[in-house]
């Protein structure tokens, strides 16, 4: 927590989706949330929504002392991602929680063979490489800071566990993060730094927009599949950053009900 109380946030991919929803819930609840993205003016949008939802949430007074700070940031730049977390220093003066959020699909629909490497590397730097210089900068100002530590939530996927079709890049990068979550959890101990990892599945995202009007699946059917409001989502990662360091949920799974996960194939 700050001087004020308020607990310190950073977002990475705040301006859309998940990442926005998790934002705005965090900075509706009270917390102080760094938003980093690669578009300001979409981080802007996210903070201005924010501000329209305190405004309509009475009875919650430790809102009134939250604020949002727009860092335009592409996590696959180390420098970026360094100025980022200086800013958080300097700004906020510590920092609490990071949401590893950002990360692309890559190329839809493109057979394994087909796969071009600099796709290959585009979605393995924004998902991996990104989520690895954000854990890193996140954790050595967890480890420093005084009062010590923090908590770190990587936004998995349910392709960590089960892939789709043609998902090479994409569900490569998603096992190895829930390798980086169970490293960090691991390391992270003697400094009161816990990591845990959400795995979600068919959010209501622009990103999974096309799963409403069909998905491929594993049989070579194309099936329109359901989705679920991204603010619950939001609610569990905040479940989740709520929690104090001496308990940690290590793995959450979030999804539609009724999507085809488990038996999917």
Same mark, same amino acid.
Request: with cysteine.
């Given at each position: ?10 977002? #990475? ?29 979409? /981080?802007?949008?996210?903070? +201005? ?12 007074? +430790? ?8 860092? &335009? ?21 510590? @920092?609490?929680? @990071?949401?590893?959020?950002? !990360? ?12 071009? =490497? ?44 089960? *892939? &789709? $079709?043609?998902?090479?890049? =994409? ?5 190895? /993060? ?7 959890? /691991?390391?992270?101990?003697? =400094? ?25 699946? +594993?049989? !070579? ?22 929690? *104090? ?7 959450? #799974?979030? /999804?539609?009900?009724?999507? $085809? =996960?488990? !038996?999917?194939?």
């Amino acid at each position: 927590m700050n001087a004020k109380g308020t607990k310190i946030a950073v977002v #990475t991919g705040a301006g859309s989706g998940i990442g926005r929803a998790v934002a705005v819930e965090l900075l509706r609840t009270g917390w102080s949330v760094a938003l980093a993205g690669r578009r300001a003016e979409r /981080l802007e949008e996210t903070a +201005a929504l924010a501000e329209t939802a305190r405004q309509g949430l009475p009875g919650q007074p +430790a809102a009134k002392d939250s604020t949002s700070l727009c860092v &335009r940031t592409d996590v696959s730049h180390p420098d970026e991602v360094a100025a980022l977390f200086a800013a958080v220093r300097e700004h906020f003066g510590r @920092l609490d929680l @990071l949401f590893n959020n950002a !990360g692309t699909f890559g190329p839809g629909g493109v057979p394994f063979e087909e796969l071009p =490497y600099e796709a290959w590397r585009h979605v393995v730097g924004t998902n991996l490489d990104g989520a690895f210089l954000c854990a890193q900068a996140a954790y050595r100002q967890m480890k420093e800071q005084d009062p010590q530590g923090g908590r770190i939530i990587n936004n998995g996927s349910i392709s960590a566990h089960t *892939p &789709r $079709p043609h998902s090479a890049a =994409y569900t490569a990068s998603k096992h190895a /993060l829930t390798g980086l979550t169970k490293s960090l959890s /691991l390391d992270g101990r003697p =400094y009161r730094i816990a990591c845990g990892q959400i795995d979600i599945g068919n959010a209501a995202t622009d990103m999974t927009e096309r799963m409403q009007t069909g998905a491929l699946q +594993a049989n !070579g059917e194309v099936v329109a599949e359901p989705v679920m409001d991204v603010a619950d989502v939001a609610r569990t990662v905040r479940h989740m950053a709520a929690l *104090p360091l001496e308990a940690n949920v290590q793995f959450a #799974t979030v /999804l539609a009900t009724a999507m $085809p =996960y488990v !038996g999917r194939g």
